[in-house]
Every structure is written in structure tokens, then in C-alpha cells.
């Protein structure tokens, strides 16, 4: 079982360049999301998704797009990568909104903006 | 103030040692609770969900106080492979059920 795969796992990018980070979970599951980890900061929601055709800001958005492209893939796309971008990204996903369920995360991409 | 608080530690313990950890948490349309675990460099994984009636999976256990908004986990005779982060999570229905994280609790048990 693949669970929740994301590409690529490390990336290094100049400022202002633009680039898509790929999500793909292979579990049905509804609802996904993306999350940027920063030290001492904790896991901070960027975008997600309760489900196919549907995206919605989280806390921090701003400098970031998404795509919803299936139920499977979720993208994150970085328009013009700033350094305050540099982070660890996760994507994850889940059953329905509602109930006790966690979630399944991919293993992350590592992004140093320089 | 952040939704989820926790204490970051380090809690430096032996082997053998019982540890706890506190969370609190300030949105009380918050549902459901967990603990997730992730070690250094890696994605989060589920450890266990919270029940207000308490719940235990082996030395793990795991407290609800939906009054005082306060979650607990108690981890006994810990091992080496228990040292990891410890992260405290609550799920708010009314916010599309997202997961909304404490920063973690980094715990380092040493022989």
C-alpha cells in the first residue's frame, strides 16, 4: 500500500522561481490537505480540500495555489518562491470531514528557497 | 494565543521512566483529539485517538477533560524507540474537520 506519495522529496529553488508539488493518495479517501512544518512553528495548514471539485484556504495561503485535479491528486503550487518559503511540506488525506478519523501523511518535501 | 498548546521539553528521561505530557487547547467546537507521533525528519504518524472515557493501547495512555479542554498522555516503562515528538492535535467539525497541531513535545529517553 503506497498510502499518500509525494514528489519530489527534495527540492532547491532560486527566488521567483515557480514550481508544483505533487500529491497522490491511492486510500479513496475524500478530503486532503497540505501542511508546512517550520521549526518551532508546528504543522500550519496551507490549503485544503473536504473534497472532489472543492479547495479552501487554511491559515497560511498566501504565495501559494492549488489544484484539486481528481479525487487522488492534489497539487500545491508555488507561483514565485520567496526564502520564507523554505519548509518542510506535507501533504495528507482523510475519510470524510467529520468523525474520528486522522490522518495519513505523505513523507514530505524538504524545499530550500535561496 | 495558539489553538493547541504543549509544552515543547526537551524531556530528557531513562530508560524505565514514566513521562507525561499536557496539551490544552482553546476552541471548544473542537470533536475529536489525538496524538500523532513523528520522528526527526519524518511525516507525523497516528499514535492514538482520545475518548473523554479515557483509553489505553499497551503502555500508552491517553486523557480527555472536555470542561478543563486539556488532553493527556501518559507513556510508562519507556523505551529508547519512544523517543521522538510527541504532537497534540484536535479536529474542529465546524473548520471542514480539519487537523489543527500543537507544536510537539520532544521527548529523548536514554539508556
Known amino acids: 500500500n503506497a498510502g499518500v506519495t509525494q514528489t519530489p522529496k527534495f527540492q532547491v529553488l532560486k527566488t521567483g522561481q515557480s514550481m508544483t508539488l505533487q500529491c497522490a493518495q491511492d486510500?479513496?479517501?475524500?478530503?486532503m490537505y497540505w501542511y508546512r512544518q517550520d521549526p518551532g512553528m508546528g504543522l500550519r495548514l496551507i490549503y485544503y480540500?473536504?473534497?472532489?471539485?472543492?479547495?479552501d484556504k487554511g491559515e497560511v495561503p498566501n504565495g501559494y495555489n492549488v489544484s484539486r485535479l481528481n479525487k487522488r491528486e492534489f497539487s500545491l503550487r508555488l507561483e514565485s518562491a520567496a526564502p520564507s518559503q523554505t519548509s518542510v511540506y506535507f501533504c495528507?488525506?482523510?475519510?470524510?470531514?467529520?468523525?474520528?478519523?486522522?490522518?495519513?501523511f505523505g513523507s514530505g518535501t524538504r524545499l530550500t528557497v535561496v | 494565543r495558539k489553538e493547541v498548546e504543549q509544552d515543547p521539553g526537551p524531556f530528557n528521561v531513562p530508560e524505565g521512566a514514566t513521562v507525561a505530557f499536557n496539551c490544552t487547547y482553546s476552541?471548544?467546537?473542537?470533536?475529536?483529539f489525538f496524538w500523532y507521533r513523528q520522528d526527526c525528519r519524518k511525516e507525523p504518524k497516528l499514535l492514538m485517538s482520545?475518548?473523554?472515557s479515557g483509553n489505553e493501547d499497551g503502555r500508552f495512555t491517553a486523557q480527555l477533560n472536555r470542561a478543563s479542554q486539556y488532553i493527556s498522555l501518559l507513556i510508562r516503562d519507556s523505551k529508547l524507540s519512544d523517543s521522538a515528538t510527541y504532537l497534540c492535535?484536535?479536529?474542529?467539525?465546524?473548520?471542514?474537520?480539519?487537523?489543527?497541531f500543537g507544536q510537539g513535545t520532544e521527548l529523548s529517553v536514554k539508556p
Open positions: 495528507a488525506s482523510s475519510e470524510a470531514g467529520q468523525g474520528v478519523y486522522g490522518y495519513t
Open positions: 486510500m479513496n479517501h475524500n478530503s
Open positions: 480540500s473536504a473534497s472532489e471539485g472543492t479547495t
Open positions: 476552541n471548544s467546537a473542537s470533536q475529536s
Open positions: 482520545v475518548y473523554s
Open positions: 492535535v484536535v479536529k474542529v467539525y465546524n473548520q471542514g474537520g480539519k487537523l489543527i
